[in-house]
T-cell receptor
Framework: SQQGEEDPQALSIQEGENATMNCSYK?????LQWYRQNSGRGLVHLILIRSNEREKHSGRLRVTLDTSKKSSSLLITASRAADTASYFCATEKQTGANNLFFGTGTRLTVIP | NAGVTQTPKFQVLKTGQSMTLQCAQD?????MSWYRQDPGMGLRLIHY???????DQGEVPNGYNVSRSTTEDFPLRLLSAAPSQTSVYFC??????????????FGPGTRLTVL
């Protein structure tokens, strides 16, 4: 079963606007990561937030984590056309093998 | 460094055929893994390896075999291809299994179609 679910499935915004994507997961985690995938390409790691952290920033990216609600959000500020991609959250569960479990992704389109 | 490389980029098989998807990394990473990506399903872990000679099953291992004879290579074998194995396959590697500290690097993917 999928560990993470992203919401919305697809998002279309104008260049310069902010984009927010959400991720919900089911079990307790050690950390949560966000990846970007450009069409036809592999995934690229964006940012990692540990279970004891609530917010993290990296450039135009802001990630929040609410372990009580088992949810995370990724905010991309001042979006650019080059941000057009699919975004996935991935979680490392606290129990069992320390592998990543990926969500279903949000397809972001930034219109120039 | 070339990073993580995968071959072939595209492959079409007939049901029942076997083939090997190749994956190599030149970063001396201990941890390597294979995922499949299906529409609306995200990535699912097939098999992984924490070092040469060590492999283990992920979420969806049935119909696939792996081996890890060297640190650099981690081939994925389809024993008898089925249409349900039509997917995009990604190989990934990281320095160790510690995802809290070591970023996973993904290859460009292999798009497989089974007729």
């Amino acid at each position: 079963s999928q560990q993470g679910e992203e919401d919305p499935q697809a998002l279309s915004i104008q260049e310069g606007e902010n984009a927010t994507m959400n991720c919900s997961y089911k079990t307790s985690i050690n950390n949560l990561q966000w990846y970007r995938q450009n069409s036809g390409r592999g995934l690229v790691h964006l940012i990692l937030i540990r279970s004891n952290e609530r917010e993290k920033h990296s450039g135009r990216l802001r990630v929040t984590l609410d372990t009580s609600k088992k949810s995370s959000s990724l905010l991309i500020t001042a979006s650019r056309a080059a941000d057009t991609a699919s975004y996935f959250c991935a979680t490392e569960k606290q129990t069992g093998a320390n592998n990543l479990f990926f969500g279903t992704g949000t397809r972001l389109t930034v219109i120039p | 460094n070339a990073g993580v490389t995968q071959t072939p980029k595209f492959q079409v098989l007939k049901t029942g055929q076997s083939m090997t998807l190749q994956c190599a990394q030149d970063m001396n990473h201990e941890y390597m893994s294979w995922y499949r990506q299906d529409p609306g399903m995200g990535l699912r872990l097939i098999h992984y390896s924490v070092g040469a000679g060590i492999t283990d099953q992920g979420e969806v291992p049935n119909g696939y075999n792996v081996s890890r004879s060297t640190t650099e290579d981690f081939p994925l074998r389809l024993l008898s291809a089925a249409p349900s194995q039509t997917s995009v396959y990604f190989c990934a590697s990281s320095r160790t299994l510690a995802t809290s500290t070591d970023t996973q690097y993904f290859g460009p993917g292999t798009r497989l179609t089974v007729l």
